[in-house]
């Protein structure tokens, strides 16, 4: 069972659902992230996505793009993300982290290598916004040895038989992608949310958490009352850069937004 099923399981059985937080690796300067990921872990995150920083991120939004930037600009590279996650696992051995990006870097690295380097630093998923899933053979037995759970996007605008093509390939979770655009744009939808997350439940056994468009408590609230659990990362992104300049303070103001999520989660 792999850290991602043990931990669904584990709310499962508490009756919670998971609230999964975004950050950029790197961002705003590769030595302050793996301090954020523990303040995360404290304010209540079930797993940690972590971006690993590209210089054409198309899928995401403003903000997110913005702080691909600061990380490329403060040196990041996948190696030192792997290198982060490594150092997280040293204290941290429950908390999943999944490791999001584009396909790119993972090339660069080469497959085999990702996926063996991977494992050693304990990464548990790996969502590539780029790599849809009948392109993903060169890489999913790789990561499949290695241990780590291969996760996709669903969007509004997918197909049932897309979606089920997908959800074949899945492990781990689905991420489905509540709002047509990019990251932190747009309002939520709960009832289309909840729709689409019942319809996707009937073809797939694999949890399906649900991103963009959760800000605040209520929104994490209803997405986690329809879903098995709520990503959120441009609110919280946004801090990061709102104190790039002032980076000691950004793991405490991370944990104000997530705990209020948390709290409101769990009532």
């Given at each position: 069972?792999?850290?991602?099923?043990?931990k669904?399981?584990q709310?499962?059985?508490q009756?919670?659902?998971?609230?999964?937080?975004y950050?950029?690796?790197?961002?705003?300067?590769?030595?302050?992230?793996?301090?954020?990921?523990?303040?995360?872990?404290e304010?209540?995150?079930?797993?940690?996505?972590?971006?690993?920083?590209?210089?054409?991120?198309?899928?995401?939004?403003e903000?997110?793009?913005?702080?691909?930037?600061?990380?490329l600009a403060?040196?990041?590279?996948?190696?030192?993300?792997?290198?982060?996650?490594?150092?997280?696992?040293?204290?941290?051995?429950?908390?999943?982290?999944?490791?999001?990006?584009?396909?790119n870097?993972?090339?660069?690295?080469?497959?085999?290598?990702?996926a063996?380097?991977?494992k050693?630093a304990?990464?548990d998923?790996?969502?590539?916004?780029?790599?849809?899933?009948?392109?993903?053979?060169?890489?999913?037995?790789?990561?499949?040895?290695?241990?780590i759970?291969?996760?996709f996007?669903i969007?509004?605008?997918?197909?049932?038989?897309?979606?089920?093509?997908?959800?074949?390939?899945?492990?781990?979770y689905?991420?489905?992608v509540s709002?047509?655009?990019?990251?932190?744009s747009?309002?939520?939808?709960?009832?289309?949310?909840?729709?689409?997350?019942a319809?996707l439940?009937?073809i797939?056994?694999?949890?399906?958490?649900?991103?963009?468009?959760?800000?605040d408590?209520?929104?994490?609230?209803?997405?986690?009352?329809?879903?098995?659990?709520?990503?959120?990362g441009?609110?919280?992104?946004?801090k990061?850069?709102?104190?790039?300049e002032?980076?000691d303070?950004?793991?405490?103001?991370?944990?104000?937004?997530?705990?209020?999520?948390?709290?409101?989660?769990?009532?």
């Amino acid at each position: 069972m792999s850290r991602i099923e043990q931990k669904f399981a584990q709310l499962n059985e508490q009756g919670k659902k998971a609230l999964i937080p975004y950050i950029t690796g790197g961002d705003p300067k590769p030595e302050y992230t793996v301090g954020m990921m523990h303040a995360l872990v404290e304010a209540g995150a079930d797993m940690i996505e972590l971006g690993i920083p590209f210089s054409d991120p198309m899928a995401d939004g403003e903000v997110i793009q913005k702080a691909h930037e600061r990380s490329l600009a403060a040196g990041t590279t996948l190696e030192k993300i792997l290198e982060m996650v490594a150092e997280f696992r040293q204290t941290d051995a429950d908390t999943p982290v999944v490791l999001m990006g584009y396909l790119n870097p993972i090339e660069h690295m080469g497959y085999g290598n990702f996926a063996h380097k991977a494992k050693a630093a304990g990464v548990d998923g790996l969502l590539m916004v780029d790599l849809p899933p009948e392109e993903a053979d060169n890489v999913a037995p790789l990561l499949k040895d290695a241990g780590i759970d291969m996760i996709f996007l669903i969007a509004p605008t997918t197909t049932a038989a897309r979606a089920a093509k997908i959800a074949s390939h899945a492990s781990g979770y689905l991420y489905y992608v509540s709002i047509k655009g990019v990251t932190g744009s747009a309002t939520l939808d709960t009832d289309a949310v909840a729709e689409k997350v019942a319809e996707l439940k009937k073809i797939t056994s694999v949890p399906v958490a649900v991103g963009f468009g959760i800000r605040d408590g209520a929104s994490a609230a209803a997405i986690s009352r329809v879903s098995d659990g709520a990503i959120v990362g441009s609110v919280l992104v946004k801090k990061v850069a709102e104190l790039a300049e002032q980076p000691d303070q950004i793991a405490a103001a991370l944990q104000e937004p997530l705990s209020e999520m948390r709290t409101a989660m769990d009532a």
